[in-house]
């Protein structure tokens, strides 16, 4: 593998941790591709046909290249988990794992004879993080929940859109990515309050479970959507492009192209107004602070796009750039794949597969001095490591 991750010096933070991934397709496996990131060894179980996004979007030689990020260094298990045999490798597996992921729909593993409290009783140390999209109570713990919809009762789609015009969506899967998120930070504490916790009948410390569901996650990112509706009935409405109650921030329209433009911090608008030419609102005293400009924001978007719209994207930030403004190009993939700045920070990083093609796939995230992120391996094949990781448990059981 052909990678430009910056080499750790010392052992990655999670080396030694046994996590064993149950979940399919995207919020549970993005938790085990964060762990195997940072040193976790990642056990992925597959069904026998194969977790289902190993044929999302855009296919190489059979299988998605999505597949590539979402599954890197982790170890493939076909296990059928509707049999006994494939479920009593579940239990070996588990009693060997510090973590233990799933998504399946809240009751599906206890009815599978697979609950936390029957693991548990052979490994107490065992952290079992569990994403559905209601959670595992609740009145609406039975229903199936897609990202799609935990963004919708989450508050996050409502304010998607114009105004007057249906919402829209982000077009990547923002419920999940934020409960996997989520769910990395709830193993994390588990495992800080694992180590607490050591006795005789717990040698490793007393594991737990971690609840994650979907649209508490889209919930637990809506900053004050519920505070301003408790405190003055206000339901926020969606906006377009702008960020209401902050002004200016919004995209604007150029020559050539579109910006997004921040200029709502006080000395940063008095910078901007300069810029494009409008000393007269920079030095405006009932535009001196964000309470006194919200109210006038619509005629200082148009006087910022009377600016803009003259110019070209390239001149516009580089303009604005030079004032100290925050702006910037709204980016495509090709623009993303083009920046410096991006390979300067080992964002792209590139990997061959077996076949030979070299592949550019999104880095580490976040960025640690002294142990950092690597990539660890190309994703699996279907199964590959199914002989090896159940021989090793004969092993130990004989």
Same mark, same amino acid.
């Given at each position: 593998? #052909?990678?430009?991750?910056t ?14 991934e ?5 919020a ?7 762990l ?16 289902p996004l ?6 190489? #030689? ?7 990020v ?10 059928? &988990? ?18 233990l992921?799933e998504?399946?729909?809240?009751g599906?593993?206890?009815?599978w ?7 548990? @009783? ?5 952290? !079992?993080?569990?994403?559905s ?7 609406y ?9 935990a ?8 304010? !998607? ?19 996997a ?9 588990? =495992? ?27 919930f ?9 509706y /408790? ?8 906006a377009?492009?702008?960020?209401p ?6 995209a604007y329209?150029?020559?050539?192209? !579109?910006?997004?433009?921040?200029g ?21 005293p ?6 006194l400009r ?12 009377a ?8 001149e ?7 004032? /100290? ?12 794949? @083009?920046?410096?700045h991006? *390979?300067?920070?080992? !964002?792209i990083? *590139?990997?061959?597969?077996r ?6 796939? +999104?880095?580490?995230?976040?960025? &640690?001095s ?5 990539? +660890?391996?190309?994703? +699996?094949?279907l199964?590959?490591?199914t002989?090896?990781? =159940?021989?090793?448990?004969?092993r130990?059981?004989e």
């Amino acid at each position: 593998m #052909d990678t430009a991750s910056t080499t750790a010096t010392t052992a990655p933070p999670l080396a030694g941790l046994k996590v064993l991934e149950l979940g399919q397709l995207i919020a549970g496996p993005f938790v085990g591709k964060t762990l195997a990131d940072f040193g976790a060894d990642v056990i992925k179980v597959e069904p026998p046909d194969g977790d289902p996004l190993r044929l999302w979007r855009l296919l190489h #030689d059979g299988t998605s290249v999505w597949w590539q990020v979402q599954s890197r260094g982790k170890k493939s298990v076909v296990l059928d &988990l509707r049999t006994d045999e494939g479920r009593d490798a579940v239990r070996a597996l588990a009693a060997e794992c510090d973590v233990l992921i799933e998504n399946f729909k809240p009751g599906t593993m206890e009815k599978w004879g697979l609950g936390y409290d029957a693991l548990a @009783a052979a490994n107490p140390g065992l952290i !079992m993080l569990r994403i559905s999209g209601y959670g595992q109570s609740g009145p609406y713990r039975d229903l199936p929940g897609f990202a799609v919809v935990a963004e919708a009762m989450g508050g996050l789609r409502h304010l !998607m859109g114009e105004p007057g015009r249906p919402p829209v969506r982000a077009g990547v899967s923002l419920g999940d990515t934020l409960a996997a998120l989520h769910g990395v930070i709830g193993v994390l504490l588990a =495992l800080q309050a694992r180590q607490r916790d050591v006795s005789p009948q717990a040698p490793k410390g007393r594991g737990q479970v971690v609840d994650v569901a979907l649209y508490e996650s889209v919930f637990n990112c809506m900053e004050s959507l519920l505070p301003e509706y /408790s405190a003055f009935g206000a339901v926020r409405q969606p906006a377009g492009s702008a960020l209401p109650g902050i002004a200016p921030s919004n995209a604007y329209r150029c020559a050539d192209g !579109m910006v997004v433009i921040g200029g709502n911090g006080d000395s940063i608008f008095k910078r901007l107004m300069r810029a494009v030419e409008r000393a007269d609102l920079a030095d405006d005293p009932g535009l001196a602070t964000n309470a006194l400009r919200v109210p006038r924001v619509a005629e200082i978007d148009a006087a910022i796009e009377a600016w803009t719209a003259q110019r070209p994207v390239a001149e516009v930030v580089a303009a604005l750039q030079a004032a /100290s403004v925050p702006v910037g190009r709204i980016y495509t993939v090709a623009d993303i794949a @083009a920046d410096p700045h991006y *390979r300067a920070r080992g !964002m792209i990083e *590139r990997v061959t597969l077996r076949d030979g093609l070299a592949l550019e796939v +999104p880095g580490v995230v976040p960025k &640690l001095s002294r142990t950092p992120g690597t990539i +660890p391996g190309l994703a +699996p094949a279907l199964g590959e490591h199914t002989e090896a990781v =159940l021989a090793a448990l004969r092993r130990q059981s004989e």
